[in-house]
């Protein structure tokens, strides 16, 4: 396991050994995942919703806690704009505030009554958004931190426009609170390239989707080891009413293109081909991975081989200092003044 390279104030904040952050992933951050990451000395979080009721919510919550060995663990609660869909967030909170998590990645609308609740049970809410508008507000919410994601992003970007690399240093000048870039990021280079630009710390999913303890179909890994820099596609995108969607390029991700480019816009015109069991049935569980929309980035384009995670987090930080190393040998010598 690498020593602590960097302190940050996020290291300070989640009390881990590098600032990498796992964001949560649906179907695939489940306690395994999660505690591979806590383990290798990054924080990650449990996604509530890839669970089909709260009971096995519960129960992944006692797993993570039994292989983390007891170690601080994250739970990701993503606020719906649709109210119908944010039904079981009370229930998700309780249940991981009396398993003993104390921090949250908090994604979506209007976070501020869940960061109060949240800080009155003594816990920390990261609160994950595209925008520095919406990071200003979620500071301005109470949050502890704020993470922004670019559209490089894997998953749902939201409306991010611009590159993390760019938002990061207007971030840093706007806000008080630590600050975390994501999207696109999956090597050392580019987390040594976040804290130079004023972030305090990374958040990272596609470059961890073939680690050895993702529970996915060995071919669905290899899919993500096969990935190169133009293996990811943009579905819904502008202001289509579904929402920015980066994904693998499978036939399933075609076919949404194709329907989207003859006019498409309602759910129900992509409902079967959309559906998340698609993804986890079939590509996840079974191997079959033109089907389902799978979330990706192009920092899969960096995965070469299935490894244990802790392999992955040691070769991050280790480029992270190699990085530093080669550009500390850049600086030109000043001259010590008379
Ligand atoms: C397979 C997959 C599933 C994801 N699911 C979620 C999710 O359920 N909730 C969430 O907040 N973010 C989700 N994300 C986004 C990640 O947490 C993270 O913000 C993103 O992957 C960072 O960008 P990167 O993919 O370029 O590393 C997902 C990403 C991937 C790749």
Not at 108 to 134: F, M, N, S
Not at 209 to 237: I, M
Not at 263 to 269: C, F, L, M, P, T
Request: charged share 20%; aromatic share 6%; glycine share 12%.
């Amino acid at each position: 396991m690498h020593a602590p390279a960097f302190r940050t104030r996020v290291t300070e904040l989640f009390g881990i050994r590098h600032p990498i952050l796992a964001g949560g992933l649906m179907w695939l951050s489940d306690a395994a995942y999660v505690a591979a990451v806590v383990r290798a000395g990054g924080m990650a979080f449990l996604t509530p919703r890839s669970f089909p009721e709260p009971g096995a919510f519960a129960r992944e919550l006692e797993r993570c806690h039994d292989l983390a060995g007891g170690m601080p663990f994250g739970v990701n609660l993503n606020l719906s704009r649709v109210p119908a869909r944010n039904r079981l967030l009370e229930e998700w909170l309780d249940l991981a505030l009396r398993a003993g998590v104390r921090h949250f990645e908090t994604v979506g609308h209007a976070p501020g009554d869940l960061i109060q609740r949240i800080h009155q049970e003594g816990g920390i809410a990261i609160h994950k958004c595209p925008l520095l508008r919406h990071a200003l507000n979620a500071e301005k919410a109470g949050a502890d931190a704020v993470c922004i994601v670019g559209p490089e992003a894997g998953g749902h970007p939201g409306n991010a426009a611009l590159g993390c690399m760019v938002v990061a240093p207007m971030a840093r000048r706007a806000l008080r609170v630590p600050l975390v870039i994501g999207g696109g990021i999956g090597t050392g280079e580019s987390i040594l390239a976040a804290l130079a630009s004023g972030a305090d710390g990374v958040v990272m999913g596609s470059r961890l989707l073939a680690a050895e303890e993702v529970w996915a179909h060995p071919a669905y890994k290899q899919r993500v080891v096969a990935a190169g820099q133009d293996s990811t596609a943009v579905a819904f995108g502008g202001a289509h009413p579904l929402g920015t969607w980066r994904v693998l390029e499978n036939d399933a991700a075609r076919e949404v293109l194709r329907r989207q480019a003859a006019g498409a816009r309602e759910h129900a015109d992509f409902a079967e081909v959309i559906a998340g069991t698609e993804a986890r049935d079939h590509a996840y569980r079974r191997g079959e991975v033109e089907r389902g929309m799978l979330s990706c980035g192009p920092a899969a384009a960096f995965v070469e081989e299935v490894e244990p995670m802790e392999r992955i987090i040691d070769g991050l930080v280790q480029g992270a200092v190699a990085a530093q190393r080669r550009l500390a040998a850049l600086a030109v010598p000043q001259a010590v003044p008379a």
